[in-house]
Protein backbone atom coordinates (compact mmCIF):
# COMPACT_ATOMS: atom_id res chain seq x y z
CA UNK A 1 0.00 0.00 0.00
CA UNK A 2 1.44 3.35 -1.12
CA UNK A 3 1.63 6.07 1.43
CA UNK A 4 0.23 8.83 -0.35
CA UNK A 5 0.89 11.61 1.91
CA UNK A 6 4.66 10.99 2.40
CA UNK A 7 5.45 10.15 -1.47
CA UNK A 8 3.72 13.32 -2.33
CA UNK A 9 5.71 15.44 0.46
CA UNK A 10 8.82 13.87 -1.04
CA UNK A 11 7.86 15.17 -4.37
CA UNK A 12 7.00 18.58 -2.99
CA UNK A 13 10.85 18.86 -1.38
CA UNK A 14 11.90 17.78 -4.74
CA UNK A 15 10.42 19.95 -6.95
CA UNK A 16 8.82 22.90 -5.85
CA UNK A 17 11.37 26.10 -6.20
CA UNK A 18 12.78 27.58 -2.94
CA UNK A 19 13.11 26.74 0.92
CA UNK A 20 9.97 26.91 2.82
CA UNK A 21 8.72 25.06 6.11
CA UNK A 22 5.33 24.01 7.56
CA UNK A 23 5.37 27.83 9.17
CA UNK A 24 5.13 29.15 6.27
CA UNK A 25 2.04 27.48 4.98
CA UNK A 26 0.40 28.49 8.50
CA UNK A 27 1.15 32.03 6.99
CA UNK A 28 0.17 31.27 3.29
CA UNK A 29 -2.75 28.83 3.44
CA UNK A 30 -3.68 29.19 -0.21
CA UNK A 31 -3.58 26.10 -2.48
CA UNK A 32 -2.45 27.31 -5.99
CA UNK A 33 -3.19 25.29 -9.42
CA UNK A 34 -1.55 26.37 -12.25
CA UNK A 35 -2.63 24.69 -15.78
CA UNK A 36 -0.87 24.94 -19.49
CA UNK A 37 -2.18 22.93 -22.45
CA UNK A 38 0.46 23.89 -25.78
CA UNK A 39 0.83 22.36 -29.38
CA UNK A 40 3.19 19.78 -29.38
CA UNK A 41 4.04 18.65 -32.35
CA UNK A 42 1.81 16.84 -35.50
CA UNK A 43 1.61 13.21 -35.44
CA UNK A 44 0.24 10.15 -38.04
CA UNK A 45 -2.09 8.10 -37.50
CA UNK A 46 -2.62 4.59 -38.61
CA UNK A 47 -4.28 5.75 -41.78
CA UNK A 48 -1.75 8.01 -42.58
CA UNK A 49 -3.61 11.16 -41.64
CA UNK A 50 -2.06 13.86 -39.85
CA UNK A 51 -3.12 15.27 -36.07
CA UNK A 52 -1.68 17.28 -33.20
CA UNK A 53 -1.00 16.54 -29.73
CA UNK A 54 -1.27 19.08 -27.07
CA UNK A 55 1.59 19.05 -24.40
CA UNK A 56 -0.91 19.13 -20.90
CA UNK A 57 1.38 20.78 -17.95
CA UNK A 58 0.73 20.95 -14.10
CA UNK A 59 2.35 22.74 -11.58
CA UNK A 60 0.37 22.42 -8.11
CA UNK A 61 0.71 22.31 -4.36
CA UNK A 62 -2.55 20.38 -3.81
CA UNK A 63 -1.65 17.24 -2.18
CA UNK A 64 -4.42 15.91 -4.63
CA UNK A 65 -2.02 15.32 -7.37
CA UNK A 66 0.20 13.22 -7.15
CA UNK A 67 3.57 15.18 -8.93
CA UNK A 68 3.82 18.90 -7.93
CA UNK A 69 5.00 19.42 -11.56
CA UNK A 70 4.12 17.49 -14.96
CA UNK A 71 4.18 17.20 -18.45
CA UNK A 72 1.93 15.10 -20.51
CA UNK A 73 1.32 14.60 -23.92
CA UNK A 74 -2.05 14.07 -25.35
CA UNK A 75 -4.02 14.02 -28.22
CA UNK A 76 -7.70 15.80 -28.54
CA UNK A 77 -9.59 12.29 -28.52
CA UNK A 78 -8.29 11.87 -24.99
CA UNK A 79 -9.99 15.01 -23.65
CA UNK A 80 -12.94 13.39 -25.11
CA UNK A 81 -12.81 10.18 -23.19
CA UNK A 82 -12.13 12.14 -20.22
CA UNK A 83 -15.39 14.40 -20.43
CA UNK A 84 -17.36 11.35 -21.77
CA UNK A 85 -15.71 9.32 -18.55
CA UNK A 86 -16.68 11.97 -16.10
CA UNK A 87 -20.02 12.27 -17.43
CA UNK A 88 -20.51 9.25 -17.18
CA UNK A 89 -19.29 8.61 -13.75
CA UNK A 90 -20.95 11.75 -12.79
CA UNK A 91 -24.26 12.58 -14.49
CA UNK A 92 -25.28 15.19 -12.33
CA UNK A 93 -23.16 17.75 -13.92
CA UNK A 94 -23.83 17.24 -16.97
CA UNK A 95 -25.27 21.23 -17.51
CA UNK A 96 -22.21 22.39 -15.93
CA UNK A 97 -19.29 20.80 -17.07
CA UNK A 98 -17.31 23.10 -19.69
CA UNK A 99 -17.63 21.72 -23.42
CA UNK A 100 -14.72 20.89 -25.39
CA UNK A 101 -13.51 23.17 -28.64
CA UNK A 102 -15.08 22.26 -31.87
CA UNK A 103 -14.11 18.87 -33.33
CA UNK A 104 -13.02 19.67 -36.96
CA UNK A 105 -11.94 17.51 -39.66
CA UNK A 106 -8.61 16.33 -40.16
CA UNK A 107 -8.03 18.65 -43.49
CA UNK A 108 -9.32 21.50 -41.50
CA UNK A 109 -7.14 21.34 -38.75
CA UNK A 110 -4.67 24.66 -39.27
CA UNK A 111 -3.05 26.75 -36.85
CA UNK A 112 -6.05 29.13 -35.74
CA UNK A 113 -7.63 25.56 -34.80
CA UNK A 114 -5.24 24.42 -33.27
CA UNK A 115 -4.62 28.00 -30.91
CA UNK A 116 -8.69 27.49 -30.50
CA UNK A 117 -7.93 24.21 -29.14
CA UNK A 118 -4.86 24.94 -26.66
CA UNK A 119 -7.26 28.28 -24.85
CA UNK A 120 -10.42 25.70 -25.00
CA UNK A 121 -8.49 22.36 -23.48
CA UNK A 122 -6.99 24.58 -20.49
CA UNK A 123 -10.26 25.98 -19.86
CA UNK A 124 -11.90 22.35 -19.81
CA UNK A 125 -8.75 20.82 -17.27
CA UNK A 126 -9.13 24.36 -15.50
CA UNK A 127 -13.30 23.51 -15.03
CA UNK A 128 -12.95 19.64 -14.18
CA UNK A 129 -10.20 19.98 -12.09
CA UNK A 130 -11.86 22.09 -9.61
CA UNK A 131 -13.85 19.62 -8.32
CA UNK A 132 -13.59 17.30 -5.52
CA UNK A 133 -15.30 14.31 -7.10
CA UNK A 134 -12.98 14.40 -10.21
CA UNK A 135 -9.62 14.33 -8.31
CA UNK A 136 -10.83 11.29 -6.53
CA UNK A 137 -10.78 9.83 -9.75
CA UNK A 138 -7.79 7.58 -10.33
CA UNK A 139 -8.48 7.33 -13.92
CA UNK A 140 -8.47 11.04 -14.46
CA UNK A 141 -4.75 11.10 -12.72
CA UNK A 142 -3.24 8.81 -15.04
CA UNK A 143 -4.68 10.79 -17.91
CA UNK A 144 -2.86 14.32 -17.01
CA UNK A 145 -0.14 12.90 -14.94
CA UNK A 146 1.27 9.53 -16.53
CA UNK A 147 2.21 8.33 -19.93
CA UNK A 148 -0.25 5.39 -19.46
CA UNK A 149 -2.58 6.09 -22.97
CA UNK A 150 -6.78 5.39 -22.77
CA UNK A 151 -6.46 1.34 -23.72
CA UNK A 152 -3.82 1.04 -21.45
CA UNK A 153 -5.93 2.93 -18.79
CA UNK A 154 -8.59 0.46 -19.09
CA UNK A 155 -7.00 -2.10 -19.17
CA UNK A 156 -5.67 -0.91 -15.97
CA UNK A 157 -8.94 -0.46 -14.25
CA UNK A 158 -10.00 -4.26 -15.66
CA UNK A 159 -7.31 -5.77 -13.78
CA UNK A 160 -8.21 -6.22 -9.98
CA UNK A 161 -4.88 -6.87 -8.48
CA UNK A 162 -3.79 -3.34 -10.07
CA UNK A 163 -1.01 -1.14 -8.51
CA UNK A 164 -2.55 2.18 -7.22
CA UNK A 165 -2.85 5.18 -10.28
CA UNK A 166 -0.41 7.24 -7.57
CA UNK A 167 2.35 4.01 -7.29
CA UNK A 168 2.32 4.22 -11.52
CA UNK A 169 2.29 7.84 -11.96
CA UNK A 170 5.19 8.41 -9.31
CA UNK A 171 6.91 5.29 -10.95
CA UNK A 172 7.29 6.82 -14.18
CA UNK A 173 7.91 10.46 -12.83
CA UNK A 174 11.11 10.21 -14.30
CA UNK A 175 9.25 10.57 -18.03
CA UNK A 176 7.27 13.35 -16.99
CA UNK A 177 8.56 16.16 -14.90
CA UNK A 178 10.35 18.81 -16.58
CA UNK A 179 13.29 20.30 -15.84
CA UNK A 180 13.50 21.75 -12.49
CA UNK A 181 14.64 24.70 -13.70
CA UNK A 182 11.61 25.69 -15.56
CA UNK A 183 9.39 24.95 -12.46
CA UNK A 184 6.99 28.01 -10.82
CA UNK A 185 8.07 29.57 -8.45
CA UNK A 186 5.46 29.94 -5.89
CA UNK A 187 4.69 32.50 -3.54
CA UNK A 188 2.40 30.17 -0.90
CA UNK A 189 4.11 27.13 -0.60
CA UNK A 190 2.22 23.71 0.45
CA UNK A 191 2.35 22.70 3.87
CA UNK A 192 4.03 19.42 4.08
CA UNK A 193 1.60 17.76 6.29
CA UNK A 194 -0.66 15.06 5.77
CA UNK A 195 -3.72 17.19 6.62
CA UNK A 196 -2.55 19.95 4.10
CA UNK A 197 -6.36 20.45 2.98
CA UNK A 198 -7.62 21.47 6.30
CA UNK A 199 -4.60 23.96 6.84
CA UNK A 200 -5.11 24.87 2.96
CA UNK A 201 -8.56 25.31 2.11
CA UNK A 202 -9.22 23.97 -1.31
CA UNK A 203 -11.00 25.87 -4.40
CA UNK A 204 -12.36 22.73 -5.80
CA UNK A 205 -15.87 22.95 -5.41
CA UNK A 206 -18.51 20.07 -7.47
CA UNK A 207 -20.82 22.87 -9.18
CA UNK A 208 -18.23 23.13 -11.22
CA UNK A 209 -18.16 27.04 -11.80
CA UNK A 210 -18.44 28.73 -14.75
CA UNK A 211 -15.47 30.48 -14.01
CA UNK A 212 -12.11 29.35 -13.09
CA UNK A 213 -11.04 30.72 -9.24
CA UNK A 214 -7.50 30.95 -8.29
CA UNK A 215 -6.16 28.37 -10.29
CA UNK A 216 -3.56 30.01 -12.22
CA UNK A 217 -3.66 32.62 -14.90
Known amino acids: MVDRSTL ?3 N ?12 DALIYPQISTHIEVTFDEMEVDSWGRKY ?15 LAHSRVK ?10 KRILSESPVHRRNIA ?19 EHG ?19 VHLLIQSTLSVPEILEWMKNPKRATSAAIILEGKE ?6 S ?7 PPSRTSDNRSLCPSIASDDFPSSPINIGT
Do not use: H
Open 99 to 117: PLPKRYLFSRINRDVIVER
Open 182 to 188: SARKYTR
Open 8 to 10: VSE
Open 12 to 23: YSDQMSGNWSDE
Open 52 to 66: PTYMIEIQTNDISFN
Open 121 to 139: LRLFLQNILQSETVLSDSC
Open 175 to 180: TVMPER
Open 74 to 83: RRFSDFEWLR
